[in-house]
């Protein structure tokens, strides 16, 4: 199956400061990368997503940047606020016949301190 | 529904007894997914149904997993004579259909605890 990898596994910013999360992927019919959210005792929710004919995405203070050729995609967060403290997972997914269930990545603890 | 419902929201077991796991997707959504997360890990794939068509299964770790999904939307997951390594939280997800570009809606999850 499709191999994802996130980096890094754990990351502190101090409130304002902007957080970067990147995961590469091997499979390059991947074409589309969600972002989820999952704070603690809940499951995770879908922050952002991008396709493959896109190269980048902003809604509000979060953008997805994505490299096909180099098949990295990243979440960048920007004035980051303690509420933003969550374990974040990047996804991917492939259009094939075997099926279309998401491959995750195995998350990276953000913490954001006042 | 207004989200996807999971219950019971915890479960405690003995080794060795059968647990049962139920997910009820949000309304209209053909595609249903099973995931697996043991503490502090990623999220591993189980299971997922798409309409009437046959579940791919290829992520269930042993034959003691099994799930099925009557009418197209309540799913339950099976899990037979658990093992402590069966101890994880279960979420189950829904999407509006399959293929790419379908975001998920996951559920808050099952505690399974397994002593």
């Known amino acids: 199956g499709e191999n994802v990898e996130q980096h890094p596994s754990t990351l502190s910013v101090q409130e304002g400061d902007s957080a970067v999360i990147k995961c590469t992927y091997s499979?390059?019919?991947?074409?589309?990368f969600p972002w989820y959210k999952q704070e603690l005792g809940k499951g995770p929710q879908l922050i952002i997503d991008?396709?493959?004919?896109?190269g980048e995405k902003k809604d509000q203070r979060i953008a997805v940047t994505l490299n096909k050729t180099a098949k990295h995609f990243s979440l960048h967060i920007t004035e980051t606020q303690p509420e933003d403290s969550a374990v974040y997972f990047c996804?991917?997914?492939?259009?094939?016949?075997?099926?279309?269930?998401?491959?995750f990545g195995k998350g990276t603890s953000l913490l954001v301190t006042p | 529904g207004a989200g996807v419902s999971q219950s019971p929201s915890n479960k405690v077991t003995e080794k060795g007894k059968d647990v049962e796991l139920r997910c009820d997707p949000i309304?209209?959504?053909?595609?249903l997914y099973w995931y697996r997360q043991s503490l502090g890990q990623g999220l591993e794939f189980l299971i997922y149904f798409q309409g009437n068509s046959a579940p791919d299964k290829s992520g269930l770790p042993s034959d003691r997993f099994s799930a099925e999904r009557t009418g197209g939307s309540v799913s339950t997951l099976t899990i037979q004579r658990t093992e402590q390594r069966d101890s994880a939280v279960y979420l189950c997800?829904?999407?509006?259909?399959?293929?790419?570009?379908?975001?998920?809606?996951f559920g808050s999850g099952t505690r399974l605890t397994v002593v």
């Open positions: 499979d390059s019919a991947s074409n589309y």
């Open positions: 309304s209209g959504h053909t595609a």
């Open positions: 996804a991917v997914t492939t259009n094939s016949n075997s099926g279309y269930a998401l491959n």
């Open positions: 991008i396709r493959s004919n896109v």
């Open positions: 997800a829904s999407s509006l259909a399959s293929g790419t570009g379908y975001g998920y809606t």
